[in-house]
Each structure stands twice: as C-alpha cells, then as structure tokens.
C-alpha cells in the first residue's frame, strides 16, 4: 500500500540502507513502470536508426523524414492527455496497461507498412500509446512510494529511457546492415527468396511488438496506489471539494492550477524541443559522412552515450531527493548546452567516445525531474490529467525539433544543427527557477 498518507520519516544514515524501506508492492510498481517506459523508449527510437531506410524507400529527404518523426511526438500529445484523464479515473494500471498494448500493436503493424500513408497511421497510433505510458507510469510510482525516496524511484525509471535507447541500437546495429538493399534473403521454412528488399527496418519495426508481454506482469501483480482509491471513493460520493468533482481537465485550467499547467507544459517544450532537436538526430550525425562517418555500424556508439543516460537519470534522483528539484534541474540544462556545442562540432570517434556519456548523462538525466516536480505541485483529484498534458503536450510541441534541425543540418551541416539545441536548454533552465521547490512534500488524498 502507499506510504503517501504516512508521515514523513527521517532518512536512514547509511546511504544505501533505504531500500529496505520499500515493499514488495512498491517494487512491482517500479518493475512496471521501468519496463513500460524501457519498452516504450526502444519503440520510439527504432524508428531514429530506420530513417535511413524510410528515406530511401520512400524517397524523402531529410526535413521530411524528421516531419514523418515528428507525427509521433505530436499525438503523443493527445496520448498524453487521453491517457492521463483515463488514469485519474479508470485507474493508473489501467492505463498503464492500455497504452502499452497501443503503442506496441502499431510498432509491430508498422513492419508492414505497403506505403507511405500507412506508416503515418501507424506513427499516429504508436504516438497515442506512447504518450499516455509516462502519464500513467510516472503518477504509478509516485503514489506509491515514500515521498522522501520519490526523486529516486522517479530517477530510476526515467532511467529506462537511456536502456531503451541502448537496445534500439543493439537492434539496429544487429539487423540493419545485414537485412539491407542488395541482398537476397531465403525464408527457410517457405522456401522463398526475395531480392533486392531492403528488409532491415521492417524486421526493426516488428520486433517492436514484444513489450505487448509486459501487460500480463503489471494486470498480475500491480493494484492502484491508495491514495488514488480513496481519492475515487470521495469523487463517487461527491465528498471532493467542488473543483475537485469538476472534470479533471477543466481543473488543470482552473485558478489554483493553471498558473503551474502553463509553466509545466512551457518546460516541457523548451526541454523536449533540446532534447529530440538533438537526440533524433545523433544517430543520423554518427553514420552520415555529414557527421562523424562510421556508416550504420556506427550506431552501436550510441550505447556509452545512453550509459551516460542511465546514471545521469539516476543521480539526479538522488541529489534532487537531498538538495532539491529546481538547482539539479537547471545544473544539469545548463551543462548540457554547454557540452552540445562541443559535441555538435567532434568529427571522430574519440571525440564522440569521450563527450557522448557526458551528453547522456546531462542531457538526458534532466528528464527525472518531471515526474518529481510535477508530481508535487499537482493534486491527486488531477494528478494524472495534468501530469499527461504537460508533458505530452510538451513533447507534441517538440515536434518542430526533428524537421528544424533536420534543415539546419542539411543547410548548413551538423555543427550548426546540433548545437543550436543549447538555446533551448538554456531557456528551460529559466523556466525552472519559476516553480516552486516541493522536495519531500507529500501527497494528499483528494
């Protein structure tokens, strides 16, 4: 059950002695959530190593293969909210559950794709389930753990972006150059062959029905965080104040929330516009003789930098939970748009083997304080709607970041279209300083 409703407890003074504070239950819901957002990252990034192929396929150029990404971060949006509205009253499992199912289904389908207007539809969809897994994972764990021990679970599950990343490029680098244009495959059971397909990202795409599986762990192990039943309770007997039985979303727009709804959703943008302004293209900067020229085994460099990814999520976290959200938050910005410039400008691979795990670490790692902050400064009542608007809406805006830098790079190169990032990073950090610090609040039911 959750330990939101308890009081706060003081922290234990060996470092690593906290986890015996964390139940069974509470553990499930991290194995849930770390999964689903590990599986949800792997599916996303897929694509990221595939727009060689897709461009080639479809004949498109570099602004266009970033528009085509950018449909997905664009109605994750609307995931986001769908999902975050379905969590605050159907359940954080429930949705947890659907959005997994959604997004998988449509990776999978995407493998199949006869034309260009079906994989849209397919990153349509893909982009629906993908947004609501983080409205729903994130508010999961939140709920039920300790509140002094938040940012870190929040942390290590927004570590399972940079593992995610890690497995798309072991996949890529796996298939991609030995299922490519030219070659002629045999299927063995059938006996068939088939020439000259490039088959490589669609065995990417249909690998990517595998976090289907995950669904039956998380409708066997995991129940709904306390805090959230006993908030349903009072919203089925009328007993929440009167903005709190009003619809969730109007709530987030209501006087005591839409001053944090806009900033929230502003951060996200700034963020998330740094963020995939840079990621989406990275594996594009590593292969492409625009870049460092490593050709498409190259991609498999992309794993120290996801590394870097995986602790920077995770100690921010742990600093955040000792000095507080807003100073690790803008730390980390402003250290990852000093170290683009460098990055946006290294032409070999030691350079990339040298500033790709700080890249990781910083320019990743700032994603743990989402959760966090916008956990604290949200009630339960619309934890999950305002929670799955702001960030998805922010990655929806974020979507003029794949095709913008997609014309820098191809206008003026790598060095130019990468480093413009730092811009944005620099005007989330602001942003940041205007919320308030709510390390170790608690969350109260209603």
Known sequence: MSNEVTGFSAPKAAAFSWYKEINSDQWKAFIAAFLG??????????????????????NLSEAWVGALFSLTLFSSAFGGAVFGIISDYLGRVRALTYSILLYSAFTGLSAFSPNLGFLLVCRLFLGLGMGGEWASGEVLVAEKWPREHRGKVIGMVQSGWGVGYILAAVLAT???????????????????TLDGLDLGWRLLFFVGVLPAFLVFYIRRHLDEPEVWEKTKDLRKKGKLSEKGQGFTLGQIFAGDLIRYTITATVLTSLCMIAYWGLYFWIPQFLASEKGVGLNTKGYIWIVPINIGAFIGCNTFGWISDKFGRRPVFVGYLIMMAILVWFFGHATTLREVLILGPFIGFFGTGFYSGFGAIFSEIFPTRARGTAQGFCYNVGRGVSAVAPPLIGFLVGKYGFATGLTTVSVFAIAAAIVVMTLPETKGKQLEIG
Do not use: Q, R
Not at 51 to 57: A, H, L, R, Y
């Open 174 to 192: 796996l298939i991609i150059p030995n299922f490519h244009e030219g070659v002629s495959y045999t299927i063995p059971i059938l006996g068939v």
């Open 37 to 58: 957002w590990t599986l949800d990252a792997m599916d996303l990034l897929l694509f990221a190593f595939a727009v060689g192929s897709i461009g080639k396929v479809f």
